[in-house]
């Protein structure tokens, strides 16, 4: 097999194998695989066309309209990366998904030429061939699991809402948005006698569109309902083909399945008019009180907005929104189901690249989104192209606009955002290229090179498996743990990922040799603990989780030496300078003051987590037992009372209001 050919091969297999991949055995079982597999398949096609390039003089580069806005975008992440609040995030990536850092970025850039050099007609019908393949076991899966195939291994309710091998409806439901559209473009594109082919691609949009209605995803059926509405017009207006009764047919098919099958949007416009019997009602189980995602993304969107006014040219670094959103969190957020989930991501691309790169960033990357889709519209107008191909992706394309609007790209979607537009390549003819007198030495530097980097990517992903290890032993096993967790460190003795583990792992080795009275282990533990969480903090200084867990630390080694106790204030009170507005942040600190019995501190600062967060009933429940011990009972009655008020079936608040009761009528 030629060169060629086998680069082709290895973008077929990237375009089959990125949706299905995940592994149990990784901290993170989607995403982080999929991009170390991008990444190691991107290193190989990468090294083959530069021996291609030096063995058969074919173009380093082919000319693309795309190219001009693609480098400026590309530009606006790397000045960002180097104006970044966390420089190692902003390369990497956020640890637990990699996706969206400068080497993902620059790794979809790359891929990007090296496909436009060799892309044909011929190679984008296999790309869609084999992407509508794996769809298809992509979205088989997810309605196996709206079964139960695989419930009994998740937490959430996976029969309600499918996410398949994506990791999260959403995912799922933009990853199937983009492929409607392209199995609309194979049916139509089949000649009208081939009965059997139109079935059998019918039935592959009818999976699609089975498994998206399975992730009752708002934003997928949505997107999916307008990329289809702009399909059929456009079709209607530009296509020869006139193969109407197919396209009818299909989309009467799709809207009788979202008819039968519950979603959000049947059921918004067809409210259930079923009224419980008595019986029903009775046994029904209280439902919590869940925030809706709309009002809890508006209220991230507007921290994203005050982040950018703080940093409105190149923003705090790509990724970096996991720190940098915490300074500007509003207070709001605390009244939502979600007050306390780390947020990585502004749910909405654009903001996101709003506030973690600025106005350079954004502007960049809507001029290559404007300019593509100018390209698009441009080959719509020629009269020799496959105007049902454009027609398609200008479907996909929008469908992964509008997704976006209300999420983020993972990777599968960046890989069709980023690949997409080598459908369109220039007219230009690919000329050859001159090749260097030097060739071999430099295939020979080339080869080292390429060698270092795929080495250092596997050995990554060998890291992640033992940090996953790690975290899974740490709780029963410390001392395999910490042979896990050093395994990793040996390969990446920087990662403040790993350090952060492991300064846990070694603070409760220290204790639990403290308790077999082995002064030597305990005093070398500890000595690790504190060298690796200062390591870790003094890497990544603006990573709350970091310093909660340092806090955290010092507090445990607080019960061998006393000395400890005000490291762990100092932590704590990190955090709430990097975190204002976080009412759980106030709360620990209230309880650690509450632990060495310092009332007045204690009471403080439960007062603060109050004012950030007034349903907190934990913050009054501690607050009242302290003005209880202190015989202030009206100001422990009316503490107790609100604990009621947001926890009704608080045991303990009522039996001490029992007690103010019967103190007060003595």
């Known amino acids: 097999m030629s060169l060629s050919k086998t680069i082709k091969a290895l973008f077929l297999f990237l ?25 190691t398949t991107a290193i190989i096609i990468i090294y083959l066309h530069l021996l291609n390039h030096f063995h ?16 400026l975008f590309l530009i606006s992440q ?42 044909d007609q011929k190679l984008i019908q296999k790309i869609i061939n084999v992407s509508l393949l794996s769809g298809f076991f992509v979205a088989i899966f997810g309605i196996a699991q709206h079964f139960g195939i695989d419930a ?67 934003s997928g059926i949505i997107a999916v309902i307008i990329s289809l509405i702009i399909f059929t017009l456009l079709y209607l207006i530009k296509s020869t083909s006139r193969n109407y009764l197919a396209l009818i047919s299909n989309l009467i098919l799709l809207v009788s ?107 960049t990357y809507l001029l290559a989104i404007l300019a593509f889709i100018f390209i698009l519209l441009n080959n719509l107008i020629k009269k020799n192209s496959d105007h049902i191909l454009t027609i398609a992706v200008i479907s996909s394309y929008v469908s992964i606009l509008i997704t976006n609007t209300v999420g983020f790209s993972v990777v599968i979607v960046s890989l069709y955002f980023f690949l997409f537009p080598t459908f369109f390549p220039s007219s230009s003819p690919i000329s050859t290229a001159k090749v260097s007198k030097f060739k071999w030495p430099l295939i020979i530097i080339i080869s ?36 896990q967790i050093n395994i990793s460190l040996s390969h990446f003795p920087n990662q403040a990922t790993y350090l952060s583990l492991a300064s846990s792992i070694y603070t409760n080795l ?57 490291d762990a204030i100092k932590s704590l009170a990190q955090v709430a300078d990097l975190a204002p507005t976080d009412a759980k942040t106030f709360y620990t600190l209230a309880r650690f003051f509450d632990t060495i019995e310092d009332t007045e501190n204690a009471i403080k600062f439960y007062q603060e987590a109050i004012n950030l967060k007034p349903n907190y009933d934990y913050a009054h429940f501690n607050l009242a037992k302290i003005y209880f011990n202190l ?21 303990d608040a009522q039996n001490y209001l029992k007690q103010i009761k019967s103190i007060n009528n003595q």
Not at 28 to 39: S, T
Not at 168 to 173: E, F, G, H, R, V
Not at 290 to 310: C, F, H, M, N, Y
Not at 463 to 469: A, G, I
Request: charged share 15%; net charge positive.
């Open 152 to 218: 009994h291994l998740w937490v959430q309710d996976v029969r309600s809402r499918v996410f398949s091998t994506l990791g999260q409806p959403n995912w799922l439901a933009a990853y199937l948005c983009i492929l409607i559209p392209l199995s609309f473009y194979k049916i139509l594109s089949t000649l009208q006698n081939q009965y059997r082919q139109h079935i059998m691609l019918s039935l592959l949009s009818i999976t699609y569109f089975t498994s998206l209605l399975f992730t009752k995803s708002k």
């Open 510 to 566: 220290s204790l639990s040799y403290h308790q077999q009275n082995d002064a030597a282990n305990t005093s070398k533990y500890l000595s690790q603990a504190i060298q690796t969480s200062d390591q870790s903090v003094r890497l990544s200084p603006y990573n709350l989780n970091f310093w909660k867990i340092r806090a955290q630390n010092y507090y445990l080694l607080s019960t061998i030496d006393s000395k400890y106790f005000t």
């Open 78 to 119: 790397t000045i960002s990366t180097f104006f970044s609040i966390d420089l190692h995030t902003s390369l990497m990536g956020y640890y637990s998904r990699l996706n969206g850092g400068l080497y993902s970025l620059i790794t979809y850039y790359l891929l990007f030429q090296v496909l436009n050099v060799y892309i």
């Open 15 to 39: 375009f089959f194998a990125t949706p299905l991949i995940y592994v149990s055995a990784n901290s993170e079982l989607f995403e982080l695989p999929k991009m170390i597999f991008v990444y």
């Open 257 to 363: 399945l979202s008819l039968i099958i519950s979603n959000p949007i049947k059921d918004y416009i067809f409210p259930s008019q079923i009224i419980p019997t008595a019986k029903e009602e009775q046994g029904k189980i209280p439902t919590l009180n869940i925030t809706p995602s709309e009002d809890i993304r508006k209220i991230v969107w507007q921290g994203a907005i005050k982040l950018w006014q703080q940093y409105p040219m190149f923003g705090t670094g790509p990724e970096t929104f996991a720190y940098s959103y915490y300074w500007v969190r509003p207070a709001a957020h605390n009244l939502t189901s979600e007050w306390d989930f780390l947020y990585n991501k502004a749910h909405n691309e654009y903001l996101n690249y709003l506030a973690t790169t600025g106005t350079f960033g954004l502007i």
């Open 56 to 71: 058969h003089q074919i173009p380093l580069f082919r000319p693309h309209p795309l190219n001009l806005y693609l480098n």
């Open 448 to 483: 080292l090179i390429t060698f270092k980097i795929l080495s250092q990517t596997i050995y990554f992903y060998i890291s992640d498996l033992t940090f996953s290890q790690a975290q899974k032993l740490q709780e029963t096993s410390l001392l395999p743990a910490r042979d």
């Open 631 to 651: 015989k202030d009972y009206p100001m422990a009655q009316k503490y107790f009372e609100y604990t009621l008020k947001y926890a009704p079936t608080n045991p």
